[in-house]
């Protein structure tokens, strides 16, 4: 995963975005983690885009077969994150509010994140 994000790096549909500084893996648990943070603060006030889609099968073989017998089952679904992609895009409520909740939902990711407006992004 080298290389930064050459598309979805900009917040094109809310006022605020969550912006991942690192790369890695972003399972469907997570993001789910961090829909719930945002829509629990914001007390479904806001409207909340999802800007990733984990269509990434990850498979694990059952502990105790042996080596052989072909694949394993799929675990999860991940989606692979470069530096400077775009995760979660948050619009309209106040900024103290889309912040906090962006903010919260960071707290659920493995990476580094920062919070970008619309305005301070170019």
Same mark, same amino acid.
């Given at each position: 995963?080298?290389? +930064?994000?050459? +598309?979805?790096?900009?917040?094109?549909? =809310?006022?605020?975005? #969550?912006?991942?500084?690192?790369?890695?893996?972003?399972?469907?648990? @997570?993001?789910?983690?961090?829909?719930?943070?945002?829509?629990?603060?914001?007390?479904?006030?806001?409207? &909340?885009?999802?800007?990733?889609?984990?269509?990434?099968?990850?498979?694990?073989? =059952?502990?105790? /077969?042996?080596m052989? @017998?072909?694949?394993?089952? &799929?675990? $999860?679904? /991940?989606?692979? &994150?470069?530096?400077?992609?775009? &995760?979660?895009?948050?619009?309209?409520?106040?900024?103290?509010?889309? @912040?906090?909740? #962006?903010?919260?939902?960071?707290?659920?990711?493995?990476?580094?994140?920062?919070?970008? +407006?619309? $305005? $301070?992004q170019?």
């Amino acid at each position: 995963m080298r290389g +930064n994000a050459s +598309n979805g790096y900009r917040v094109d549909f =809310g006022d605020y975005g #969550l912006k991942a500084l690192g790369c890695g893996w972003l399972t469907a648990r @997570q993001i789910e983690a961090g829909r719930k943070a945002i829509t629990h603060f914001t007390k479904r006030q806001a409207k &909340i885009w999802i800007r990733v889609f984990p269509d990434k099968p990850v498979t694990q073989k =059952g502990s105790g /077969v042996r080596m052989g @017998q072909g694949k394993g089952d &799929i675990k $999860e679904y /991940v989606v692979s &994150i470069t530096p400077g992609k775009m &995760i979660f895009e948050v619009g309209g409520v106040p900024a103290e509010i889309a @912040q906090e909740a #962006l903010r919260r939902a960071g707290h659920k990711l493995p990476f580094p994140k920062k919070i970008i +407006n619309k $305005e $301070e992004q170019l």
